[in-house]
């Protein structure tokens, strides 16, 4: 990854039993992200299921996340 910050944060959350949640993408560029959590609004037959998101950039310091190619 582009920083160490969920490493770091998780560091810092574990005297209170804390750490945030992540998800591991292995399609380049890979790497681990923090989770923006989603939730699907209407539920039922035919409706679209929830979508994922990534951030493009770092929420704690602000580096871009995918390298350019
Ligand atoms: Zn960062």
Request: aromatic share 8%; with cysteine; hydrophobic share 30%.
């Amino acid at each position: 990854m582009a920083c160490d910050c969920i490493t770091r944060t998780n560091e810092k959350l574990a005297s209170r039993n804390t750490r945030l949640v992540s998800t591991l993408v292995f399609t380049k560029p890979g790497g681990e992200y923090p989770l923006i959590r989603t939730e699907q609004v209407e539920s039922g037959r035919g409706k679209a299921k929830a979508c994922a998101m990534l951030p493009s950039y770092c929420p704690f310091c602000g580096v871009k996340y995918k390298a350019e190619e």
